[in-house]
């Protein structure tokens, strides 16, 4: 499964550029980079599955009980904390 960078967001972008962006891709499978510290990243696939005004949900591909779900702000996108990659 190649994933591309579709859904790369710059760090220039706004907090509303970044929700239009995610809310377009409901319902499509994303890879998730996340930035743990310390040069430390967790990169995991799911699902996007809701938007909110401050946050998006995800449902991680590959738990049990039908998927785990995990929210992520879009703040943390604009800081290059999280990187979305469409898959």
Not at 4 to 32: C, F, P, W, Y
Not at 58 to 73: A, K
Request: glycine fraction near 10%.
């Amino acid at each position: 499964d190649v994933c591309s960078s579709d859904l790369m967001i710059m760090a220039t972008a706004t907090v509303g550029h970044v929700r239009q962006a995610v809310a377009k891709h409901i319902g499509r499978k994303v890879e998730i980079r996340s930035n743990l510290g310390r040069h430390k990243y967790d990169v995991t696939k799911g699902t996007i599955k809701e938007t909110y005004p401050g946050i998006f949900l995800v449902q991680l591909d590959g738990t049990e009980e039908g998927g785990r779900t995990v929210s992520y702000s879009y703040a943390d996108v604009i800081a290059r904390d999280v990187q979305l990659t469409l898959c």
